[in-house]
């Protein structure tokens, strides 16, 4: 069994709340909470506190995890390191996946995705890599890869309570400019019965799908939007704005006879909290070269 430990200092402008209140706050799972009140693994200064009592600023503490129920996936290491490093800390890191290369692979022992070049890349520090969420093959940006199991339930939990928020650029088709300034997509997404791969408006069977979008230059015959997702569900902005007729150019899928050389969508914005603090942060992947044709006359 592997033995995980957290130390962290409460800041001077911490709010006095008890024990069980911080670990809420904190987003940590019920489970990890069980198991550090039932074996006492959670010290404020050096001692065990009961949950029912407060803690204050500059209080420590130290926990120790020692039953994190997350499955640890085994990476073929793959060499190539395609990606860059956006941020890192302990934790997490969150890097900048180039188009062309999916997540995470699919098969056993299939290489040449994101996940497996992570994977080498946090064995020279000893870490494994944890998948928090993924992007399509076709589109760049921002994805965050844990480094620790004691993290993945917290951000899961950002994820699901939309505390995690990320958001992408998209270049579109618009010849008669019709797209508003910000407006909200909003119809379900299903399987296409006739393409596995694609997914398709799906009013009967469909899962709920909600997109929020803001029009930020048009250029001739397109326009760059800032795209916010409420939901994930697979090839969301993608279809959606398809479903509109406002299909994202180069999208094999979804705008097939589009000819631009790559999928114009990027996940350029993630913002979340770190784990185990109140601590804010954004982090930015720079938009690839591809868009900069689209950018040059402000809206």
Excluded: C
């Excluded at 062309?100 to 056993?108: E, F, L």
């Excluded at 694609?198 to 069977?205: E, F, G, S, W």
């Excluded at 279809?239 to 050389?261: K, M, R």
């Amino acid at each position: 069994m592997t033995i995980y430990q957290k130390k962290v200092t409460l800041e001077t402008d911490f709010s006095p709340m008890s024990v069980r209140g911080l670990l809420n706050h904190w987003l940590i799972p019920q489970k990890m909470q069980h198991f550090l009140r039932v074996d006492q693994n959670i010290l404020v200064n050096g001692q065990y506190r009961a949950f029912n009592r407060f803690v204050e600023p500059g209080d420590q503490i130290d926990m120790t995890f020692s039953d994190v129920s997350v499955k640890t996936q085994e990476y073929d290491l793959d060499q190539a390191q395609l990606f860059t490093v956006l941020y890192e800390d302990a934790d997490l890191l969150v890097v900048n996946k180039p188009a062309g290369i999916k997540t995470h692979p699919n098969r056993p022992h299939e290489n040449g995705t994101l996940m497996n070049q992570v994977a080498t890349y946090l064995a020279a520090q000893g870490k494994h890599a944890y998948m928090v969420h993924r992007i399509d093959l076709a589109t760049s940006g921002a994805v965050m890869i844990g480094k620790t199991p004691i993290v993945i339930g917290i951000l899961n939990r950002q994820l699901s309570q939309k505390t995690m928020a990320r958001q992408y650029i998209a270049v579109v088709n618009d010849p008669q400019q019709l797209l508003l300034d910000h407006d909200t997509i909003n119809f379900p997404i299903g399987i296409d019965p006739d393409n596995q791969r694609k997914r398709q408006a799906d009013y009967i069977n469909g899962l709920s799908a909600i997109t929020h979008y803001q029009l930020l230059t048009r250029q001739n015959d397109t326009a760059t939007l800032a795209v916010n997702l409420e939901t994930g569900r697979t090839h969301q902005i993608r279809v959606h704005l398809a479903g509109i007729d406002h299909p994202i150019l180069g999208d094999p899928l979804y705008n097939p006879s589009d000819t631009t050389s790559r999928l114009l969508l990027h996940g350029q914005t993630l913002r979340y909290t770190e784990p185990f603090t109140d601590h804010q942060r954004t982090v930015i992947a720079p938009l690839p070269t591809a868009f900069d044709p689209y950018l040059n006359q402000p809206q």
